[in-house]
């Protein structure tokens, strides 16, 4: 049996010692927007259904998305959803099988991530 030293190494590549690239992280965070989008179509539904209920009703919905925590939740909703939006892009762009050298791989993370904020940026100057 061949003389193994596992004190000193690990059984395999995890997080704590194996750095992702960026790719990876990408599409973690694609996922992970993915699932943030939810908690901001609540609250913009509930703003939409308190301005059917009453006047109250809204006035109350409005104030809290209004307020500093409010438009910083909206904020990085928007940008979860133009980052989401972009990510799905470059998505449909590898199931049609292109771009998967690793040159346009790189190109399309950092054009991924500058077009989000882009798209975000602009969505706030004109809103």
Do not use: K
């Not at 590549?13 to 993915?34: D, E």
């Not at 109250?56 to 925590?69: E, G, N, Q, R, Y």
């Not at 799905?88 to 991530?113: C, K, P, S």
């Amino acid at each position: 049996m061949a003389d193994v030293n596992r004190g000193n190494r690990p059984l395999s590549p995890h997080l704590t010692i194996y750095r992702l690239p960026l790719t990876a992280r990408l599409s973690i965070l694609h996922r992970i927007t993915g699932m943030a989008l939810v908690p901001g179509t609540v609250l913009v539904v509930w703003w939409f259904v308190a301005g059917a209920w009453s006047a109250a009703h809204f006035a109350t919905v409005d104030w809290l998305l209004s307020s500093w925590l409010g438009l910083v939740v909206m904020m990085l909703s928007l940008w979860a959803l133009c980052y989401h939006f972009c990510n799905g892009i470059r998505h449909l762009v590898w199931d049609m099988g292109r771009n998967f050298d690793l040159e346009a791989t790189q190109r399309a993370n950092y054009i991924v991530i500058g077009a989000s904020v882009v798209l975000t940026l602009i969505t706030i100057i004109i809103v």
